[in-house]
Nanobody
Framework: QVQFVESGGGLVQPGGSLRLSCAAS????????MSWYRQAPGKEREFVAD????????NYANSVKGRFTISRDNAKNTVYLQMNSLKPEDTAVYYC?????????WGQGTQVTVST
């Protein structure tokens, strides 16, 4: 079945960096657009970034544009999110996602906390 396993979250100070990874399995990874979403406490889940199958195009939420970079390695079935210049408002659970079988599938998420 479709499965995503996110990793790389943690506690970081404002201005710091983290790199999230998402290992995918159970489907033809290289054939699908891959996305990152996040959900902060008390808020709805929101789009962060996505990347096309060949990495030709990446899209970002305005709130992270210029600070976050999404990338993928189709040989490793893995998508990444490099997060720089982190702010307290980036604190959230970050989820890997794709629409594979007609509905959006999610990983379990990885917690990112930006705080002093």
């Amino acid at each position: 079945q479709v499965q995503f396993v996110e990793s790389g979250g943690g506690l970081v100070q404002p201005g710091g960096s983290l790199r999230l990874s998402c290992a995918a399995s159970g489907f033809a990874f290289s054939s699908y657009l891959m996305s990152w979403y996040r959900q902060a406490p008390g808020k709805e889940r929101e789009f962060v970034a996505d990347i096309t199958r060949t990495s030709a195009v990446a899209n970002y939420a305005n709130s992270v544009k210029g600070r976050f970079t999404i990338s993928r390695d189709n040989a490793k079935n893995t998508v990444y999110l490099q997060m720089n210049s982190l702010k307290p408002e980036d604190t959230a659970v970050y989820y890997c996602s794709a629409v594979v079988t007609g509905s959006r599938s999610w990983g379990q998420g990885t917690q990112v906390t930006v705080s002093t």
